[in-house]
């Protein structure tokens, strides 16, 4: 290369030269190109060897361009875009299952986490309700006893702590 094609404005490179063989420059590069044509000798000697080439070339494979695509690379392609589309469907399954196991994963902690709470919920209703002076009082105004200790003050009964179990057992299913 000359030192006029980099003392050009407009740097032209050695691929722009091949581009503009090609016809494939925008306006601007096309015009920095013709204009190093017109004052190098060099750079049009270059250009004129790049087009030959273009024109043995294609004179060599057009040929091959233009003939059908064998059966065998056809069935290949095929092959290849169905192994693709499987592979795509594979990402999307693996994707559906984790985020299902995920969800899963979410729900169980959520409810577990919702059954605890509602299980300390009923230990501190029965403990607030314990520790009531109405709680105290029976029907007629006297203590209530426990199976656990008869007459004690602030305790339920049996009765009642059996329906506290089994709203309690119920809460913890529902969850």
Known sequence: MTAELYAHPMLVTEQDMHAYVDGGLDQAKRSAVEDLLLSDADVQMRVEQYRHQNI???????????????RGLKAL???????????RMMRVRDGAAALLIGLSVFC?????????????????????????????????GGTRATAATPG???????????????????IASNF
């Open 108 to 140: 169980f902690a959520t409810s577990t986490y919702q059954a605890l709470l509602a299980e300390s919920d009923v230990d501190t209703a029965v403990a607030e309700v314990s520790d009531s002076p109405k709680a105290n009082l029976g029907e007629g």
């Open 152 to 170: 004690a003050a602030g305790a339920c009964s049996a009765d009642d702590m059996a329906g506290l179990n089994q709203w309690r057992r119920t």
């Open 77 to 87: 392609g095929a092959l290849i875009d169905g192994e693709l589309q499987r592979q």
């Open 56 to 70: 043995k070339l294609h004179a060599a494979f057009d040929v091959v361009l233009d003939e059908p695509v064998p």
